[in-house]
């Protein structure tokens, strides 16, 4: 555990070479350090990058947060949380590894923050209704089904976990959200990763971030669906440490 703002935030910190940029690893909406199934420690040990993979607030064994989450909680992630957290862990200007809203958090803050790089994997830049219905379908399978059972093994709280992220993304309030204009700032290298079957985004998402990107944008399309390091794990990490090799 680590303690950022009086708060603890759960994080795994794998080591590797001091002359590489570190890894930083953002998870998805209903995740945690242990949701990855250990894919971060995976890469630790294909690159020899020193990589840290942690928990946000209402997440895993982190603490809860102190206020409801609000339609910005991706941006006030990427303002606050990512860079105290390298900061205090000492990971400069690390490589963001992102996977869903994790992917949204890691373009926003590669927008504003110094970084090597950025992967995402299956990122949000607006919203799609169709994603709206697997995001109803969830809350079927978290008030009716097993979903909270499977969630309470790897979250302190399931329901905050589940709520925090359910809840804001049906917010009728949240139907405009659109941070595409904040790609413009991207000056890192991006690798965006899209399953070409994913319920909840189609390839807009990362093709907005090769258009509006003022950096080098490669973009993979698996055949997969929302998580290509779980479905895809040889290929998804072939192609991530392939790009990690091309920055040297």
Do not use: K
Not at 213 to 227: Q, W
């Amino acid at each position: 555990m680590i303690e950022l703002d009086g708060l603890h935030y759960e994080y795994d910190d794998v080591a590797g070479a001091a002359d590489r940029a570190p890894l930083l690893f953002l998870h998805e909406g209903l995740g945690s350090v242990g949701l990855w199934r250990g894919f971060h420690r995976r890469i630790a040990a294909e690159t020899g990058r020193r990589t840290v993979a942690y928990s946000r607030l209402g997440h895993g064994r982190s603490d809860p947060p102190r206020t409801p989450r609000t339609a910005s909680f991706m941006a006030d992630e990427a303002a606050g949380v990512v860079p105290a957290l390298c900061g205090a862990l000492g990971l400069d200007r690390p490589v963001l590894v992102g996977h869903s809203d994790g992917g949204t958090i890691a373009l926003l803050a590669a927008a504003q923050h110094p970084v090597t790089a950025a992967v995402v994997l299956a990122p949000h830049v607006l919203v799609e209704e169709f994603a709206l219905d697997a995001i109803r379908s969830a809350r079927d399978a978290f008030e009716t089904g097993e979903l909270r059972t499977r969630m309470a093994r790897h979250h302190d709280d399931p329901d905050a976990a589940f709520r925090g992220w359910n809840d804001m993304w049906l917010d009728p309030g949240f139907r405009d959200w659109d941070v595409r204009d904040r790609l413009g700032a991207i000056t890192a290298p991006v690798l965006a990763i899209q399953g070409d079957d994913d319920p909840y985004g189609s390839i807009v998402h990362v093709r907005s971030v090769a258009e509006r990107s003022a950096g080098p944008v490669t973009i993979t399309e698996p055949a997969c669906g929302h998580s290509p390091h779980l479905e895809l794990p040889d290929e998804t990490a072939a192609a991530i440490t392939g790009f990690l090799a091309g920055l040297g």
